[in-house]
């Protein structure tokens, strides 16, 4: 069994930066595609950013672009998502995610992945 652990989020004042981490347990993140998710106050669940380490591509919400950062550490088995120049409308519960069995119909969308962290709570304050 695959389980996602959160951590990094919390309150930051608009400008300021947050990296967030999601650790990995039952399985290599090598063999993963992952991404990164948020759900904003009474919002859907939305995409933020995504990395086929495949490929090599990385993928970013236009939100988001020019000041997000997803990376790997595989001996870690850890992803992170670097936040830069927050802002109050990145307020949200993010969420890592992994491939797995389910079908790929792409890493923006949240039926792709199979696995679930349960969430970090960000606050940008203005």
Known sequence: QVQLVESGGG????????RLSCAASGRTLSSSDMGWFRQGPGKEREFVSAGSWSTGSTYYADSVKGRFTISRDNAKNTIYLQM???KPADTAVYYC???GPKINYGLRYERSY???GQ??????SS
């Open 97 to 99: 995610a992994a491939t």
């Open 119 to 124: 969430g970090t709570q960000v606050t940008v």
């Open 114 to 116: 199979s696995y679930w």
């Open 84 to 86: 830069n120049s927050l």
């Open 11 to 18: 309150l930051v004042q608009a400008g300021g930066s947050l």
